[in-house]
């Protein structure tokens, strides 16, 4: 299992080893894919249909990242903001260590889960879903989408409160509070997650609910990309 990167690690990575792309430049895509892996690191060149693809509106597709982050795990995302956050003085170009998180792909404006010459980390390999053994809980990968959602929870006659079309992202609805079909019952989406598990600024991972965190907890519920990166929301389950 990969480990924490703490700012030192990241810093030798630039500094001793040098680390430079074709061009001879030292730049976060380079970085990025020395720690985590070309399975992991992607261009744009060697997939443009399916990065494009992926996103609901054209005005999101078109923009144009240096490199995408295609994150499996949460370590994988604690390694890349390590990275993303510390190293920025060392990259020769100003801009390319600016980032933006991708979960469902489904907000229409250009720029909320893509951005031009940076670093586009992309959530949705993220994507399991499983159910507590009391079946109170439900624990969601953040790049899953809601339809994955549904159609476990329906092979066991559970449900939770979430978005009202299948193929809309559980990460950016949950974030920013999220109507649901069921909300006049049991409130925002955003209501019913009892734990969120985020990936800090300097890639530390915690756990953010009513006893650990509890600000943090509080803030994500409506606070969106600006407080971390969720890697897991914990959702509370009825039948
Ligand atoms: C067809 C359609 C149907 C919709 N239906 C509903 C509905 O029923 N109810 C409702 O409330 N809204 C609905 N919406 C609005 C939708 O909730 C928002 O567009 C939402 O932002 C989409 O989330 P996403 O993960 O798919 O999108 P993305 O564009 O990937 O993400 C949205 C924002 O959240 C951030 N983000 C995503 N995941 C994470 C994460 N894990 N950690 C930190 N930041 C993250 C991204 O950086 C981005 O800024 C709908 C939108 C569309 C296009």
Redesign the pocket.
């Known amino acids: 299992m990969r480990h924490f990167f703490d700012f030192h690690v990241a810093v030798a990575l630039v500094a001793v080893l040098g680390l430079q792309n074709v061009h001879g430049e030292r730049n976060c895509c380079a970085i990025l894919s020395k720690a985590l892996g070309h399975e992991v690191v992607y261009t744009l060149s060697s997939n443009v249909t399916g990065f494009r693809g992926s996103y ?1 509106s054209l005005q ?1 597709a078109e923009i144009n990242p240096s490199c995408y982050v295609k994150a499996a795990s949460t370590d994988d995302v604690s390694i890349a903001a390590s990275i993303l956050s510390n190293i920025h003085g060392y990259s020769e170009q100003a801009n390319d260590c600016k980032f ?9 404006w250009a720029g ?2 893509n951005i031009e010459g940076g670093v586009t980390i992309d ?1 949705s390999a993220m994507n399991t879903v499983s159910v507590s053994s009391d079946r109170a809980t439900t624990s969601v990968g ?1 790049g899953a ?1 809601w339809f994955s959602v549904y159609s476990y929870l329906d092979t066991l006659n559970l449900a939770v409160v979430g ?3 299948a ?7 949950t ?6 079909f069921y909300s006049g019952r049991f409130g925002l ?1 955003c209501d019913n997650v009892v734990n969120y598990e985020v990936v800090l600024p300097h890639g530390k991972i915690v756990n953010a609910n009513a006893n650990s965190h509890p600000d943090l907890f509080l803030a994500l519920k409506g606070g ?2 600006n407080f ?4 897991r929301f914990d959702f509370k389950t009825f039948a």
Do not use: D, F
């Open positions: 609901w999101e933006a998180i991708k979960g469902g792909g489904h907000t229409p909320a889960a959530l953040a989408n978005g009202r079309v193929t809309v992202g559980v990460g950016g609805l974030l920013g509070g999220g109507i649901s989406v969106s990309n971390g990166i969720v890697t």
